[in-house]
């Protein structure tokens, strides 16, 4: 499981916000790993940053963990700035699924080839069905002219295919990180934090 902690839009306030977070975060679960970080302006300060959390160590309830988060403190970067609340904000993600490539998760069935290729087309079964059971993706292969050479190229066509699938949902898990860290909600903060101590 995967979680996002992001200052947004904001200002630099609220990327030491999550720079502060990160540490409160790293402090009481031993286990969470950061994965990737996006730098702030100053040291310690984070654009955004990629947790990778252990759901059944995890002390925060993860449900609870998502939304936003209040911090009030004086700017320490303005010290005349009137405002005083920064938001950050908390997602949480099931890691991306991908899916390993095994031959005892296909199930092979045996048809009859179409098209040219001698007397024997239509009359023995050389051609293949190819079903990936976990996934559904299916592939046929029927040029060959024995069926065990059929179900090497149905096989190698299958891999293939889940090796795209999980390649769209890299990327399409990716890309969905990227729009919620533009999508920072004020008010309503499920938790709040005050002071430079962050308590």
Request: charged fraction near 25%; hydrophobic fraction near 35%; proline fraction near 5%.
């Amino acid at each position: 499981m995967w979680m996002q902690i992001s200052s947004g839009k904001g200002p630099d306030e609220c990327e030491l916000a999550v720079g502060l977070f990160l540490k409160t975060i790293l402090k009481e679960n031993q286990t969470t790993r950061v994965i990737d970080t996006v730098p702030g302006h100053y040291n310690g300060t984070f654009k955004s940053v990629l947790l990778s959390i252990d759901p059944q160590e995890f002390r925060g309830d993860t449900g609870y963990t998502k939304g936003t988060i209040l911090w009030i403190c004086p700017s320490p970067y303005r010290p005349n700035h009137r405002r005083k609340n920064w938001f950050i904000n908390i997602e949480v993600y099931q890691s991306a699924e991908r899916f390993n490539f095994t031959e005892k998760d296909v199930k092979i069935v045996a048809m009859r080839s179409s098209g040219p290729g001698g007397q024997n087309v239509n009359k023995v079964e050389t051609a293949v069905r190819a079903v990936h059971v976990p996934t559904g993706l299916t592939v046929t292969a029927g040029e060959e002219r024995s069926q065990y050479m059929n179900k090497k190229l149905a096989l190698a066509r299958l891999a293939n295919l889940i090796e795209a699938k999980n390649e769209d949902n890299d990327s399409s898990h990716k890309e969905s990180m990227w729009r919620q860290h533009n999508l920072l909600t004020r008010g309503n903060p499920m938790r709040v934090y005050e002071g430079k101590g962050f308590k």
